[in-house]
């Protein structure tokens, strides 16, 4: 089982970018996916998440209106789109797959708002 993230880097305040999640090992279909982010000596949130159909999503408050989750179940992929980011959206980004007890993580990729 492999979740790999990529799309992560420095970005200035208000910009955007688009991070990945390729999944590999399992019914990638059958998942819940979600993005989870940990900012340097914060909990690990989650940040949103998309049935596995992908006709439900939800998002955090902190980022309702900027980011969106979105996949393509034929590419074992999901995708965070982040628009007007903020330096507090600093943190690494995770993706995460869950079926039932079953759940899987990626390694994670940095984001960093700076000017």
């Known amino acids: 089982v492999q979740l790999v993230e990529s799309g992560g880097g420095l970005v200035q305040p208000g910009g955007s970018l688009r991070l990945s999640c390729v999944a590999s090992?399992?019914?990638?279909?059958?998942?819940?996916m979600s993005w989870y982010r940990q900012a340097p000596g914060k909990e690990r949130e989650s940040v949103a998440g998309i049935s596995s159909a992908g006709g439900s999503t939800n998002y955090a408050d902190s980022v309702k209106g900027r980011f969106t989750i979105s996949r393509d179940n034929a590419k074992n992929t999901v995708y965070l789109q982040m628009n007007s980011l903020k330096p507090e959206d600093t943190a690494v980004y995770y993706c995460?797959?869950?079926?039932?007890?079953?759940?899987?993580w990626g390694q994670g990729t940095q984001v960093t708002v700076s000017s």
């Open positions: 995460k797959a869950r079926n039932g007890w079953r759940t899987y």
């Open positions: 090992g399992f019914t990638f279909s059958s998942y819940f």
